[in-house]
């Protein structure tokens, strides 16, 4: 039986979110602020952290720290404790959201991409979770929130390692979320599906696979929705339609939603 949580004073955290210069990172960021967090943002692209960091503290009277970084690089959880520290800022609450996929059959990527991919969507994960998770812990009264993927669900014919790391967050999330029982901290991974953002600008427009794309605050408010329950699930899944594939997939085995989305990817993948 879940534990039932205090409500969380939004005004209170100061969360840190990877991914932040563009699409849901950015739009986190706009939704925590409005809520009244204080936000350490991080992403590669420092012109966009600082123009949206100087519009939340105009807007919304919070502090925000941008925190231009690789995540790519081995050591990110590290450096962005190193780099905290030295500005005396206490991250209370963690929104790993950086991610991107390569779109094509296995074989005919690029190997040195797809082990930039495993390193953003999966080694930046553990090692920002595994950094700042003590802290969380005895605090207990923020969230840790993982982005997933509906991808995280089955085989992904044309991007079978993204849906390998979401599949890895999902597994990873759901057991910290268990580990946290009884420290007052909220864990949750999340699994939008297509979301109008900058994603397939870089995976490609087959990455959708044709389905219809949900709106990046639509997409955020549900996520927060759930961190706002008495007793918050271990994960939430964005979309009636995308809530009703999950279940589906369940029913028909896992043989056949992998033929189901393969056939869909590599028509869409191969019409580009």
Aim: hydrophobic letters at 45%; proline letters at 4%.
């Amino acid at each position: 039986m879940s534990e039932s949580k205090r409500p969380l004073d939004y005004a209170g955290q100061t969360v840190l979110i990877t991914g932040a210069s563009a699409g849901l990172g950015a739009e986190f960021a706009r939704q925590l602020a409005a809520r009244g967090s204080d936000l350490v943002l991080v992403a590669r692209r420092a012109d966009r952290l600082d123009a949206l960091g100087a519009e939340l503290q105009q807007q919304h009277r919070i502090a925000v720290t941008a925190l231009p970084m690789d995540l790519s690089q081995p050591g990110v959880g590290r450096s962005l404790r190193q780099e905290l520290d030295a500005r005396r800022v206490e991250v209370t609450s963690v929104v790993n959201n950086a991610g991107f996929a390569n779109l094509g059959f296995f074989h005919e990527q690029d190997l040195p991409s797809l082990m930039t991919e495993i390193a953003v969507d999966v080694t930046a994960v553990v090692e920002i979770c595994h950094t700042f998770l003590p802290q969380l812990r005895q605090r207990g009264d923020g969230f840790l929130l993982n982005v997933a993927s509906m991808a995280a669900y089955q085989g992904n014919a044309t991007m079978a390692v993204y849906g390998a790391t979401k599949a890895f967050v999902l597994s990873l999330t759901e057991a910290l979320w268990y580990e946290a029982r009884g420290t007052g901290l909220r864990v949750l991974v999340f699994s939008p599906g297509a979301t109008e953002t900058e994603f397939f600008e870089v995976a490609g427009e087959g990455a959708s696979g044709g389905a219809r794309r949900m709106r990046p605050e639509v997409v955020v408010a549900t996520a927060l929705r759930a961190l706002d329950r008495r007793k918050p699930p271990p994960g939430v899944i964005a979309g009636g339609s995308n809530r009703l594939s999950a279940v589906v997939g369940r029913v028909v085995g896992r043989r056949r939603m992998a033929e189901m989305v393969g056939s869909l990817m590599t028509r869409t993948t191969t019409d580009r």
